[in-house]
């Protein structure tokens, strides 16, 4: 990084060892003020809407500078690695310490609702109430393992749920040049908490918009506040929110690996951004390549 930092930064894709250091060295581009070319080229592991733009939409991001600089970021299969069991509620889900019984109950909720929140064809307005039903059914099962917030770090342990390589070091970047990052999620941001707290990228310069579990007097988890956060209800909760009023900067890079992410931008204020998707499944590269400026496999 160094070496990039005080020589030309023209990369390539095959360089890179994952998606996520890429992105470093995105913000290291930005961080030198200099003109640049993206990193990496249309192949089977980046894929640009159009490049051309997306490096115009780049170099403009550097002649504005640092204090123009913003990054907005979803969690789940974006800041963590791709994992069918390795999402914030998985953490808790398929702790084994609540028995085959409740992963059982668990699943047959998840198995459910999860192909409706994946199919894109459907109505939005279905889709959204399919994911409200899901949050609130899954909150239910919670609620009767009256697990203690102690437990959590436990759970985490025990589960699959990692940040992607390279998230710490892109995170450690933006808190070394005072760039706000924001994290908005539909997951547990009480899990989301504990998971950056232990790999020590749990900065003053980020900020969290997640679900956050309720605790009775004696620690025991009762319910989360509402308004609920799912990946479709994310324009409405940022409606609400007062971080979007307080942060305002002209240039904005935005991450996330559904469509429904892109909606984070409509409540910020900004007059540019830079939109990278992370696609986990091959069956969405196509509409995914048409959406975001960036895509990486």
Known sequence: FELLYNNAIILKAEYMPSPMLSLVLVVIMITSSRMVDLP???????????????????NKFIRSGLNNFQIVADFDYT????????????????????????????NEIKNKHLPIHLDFSLPEDFRKESDYQWFTKIMDCFIDTKFPKTLIPAMLEASRCRLREGV???????????IPVLIFSGGIKDVIDVLLERENCYFDNISIISNRLIYDESGIM?????????????????????????????????????????????CVKY???????????????????????VLLM
């Open 40 to 58: 990496g080229k249309d192949d089977l592991s980046v894929i640009y809407r159009d490049k051309v733009h997306a490096t115009q939409k780049l």
């Open 79 to 106: 800041l963590t690695s791709w994992d069918p069991t390795g999402t914030c509620f998985s953490v808790i889900r398929t702790y084994p310490g609540f028995g085959e019984e409740f992963l059982a109950r668990t």
């Open 168 to 178: 710490v070091e892109f995170l450690k970047l933006a808190h070394q040049h005072h």
């Open 222 to 266: 009762v319910g989360a506040e509402k308004p609920y956060i799912t990946a479709s209800s994310k324009l409405e909760v940022a409606r609400e929110n007062q971080y979007f009023s307080r942060i305002i900067r002209d240039n904005m890079l935005l991450l996330g690996d559904m469509l429904s992410d892109l909606k984070m931008a409509s």
């Open 271 to 293: 007059s540019e951004m830079i939109s990278v998707g992370f696609c986990n499944h091959d069956k969405d590269k196509t509409k995914y390549s048409e959406n975001f400026d």
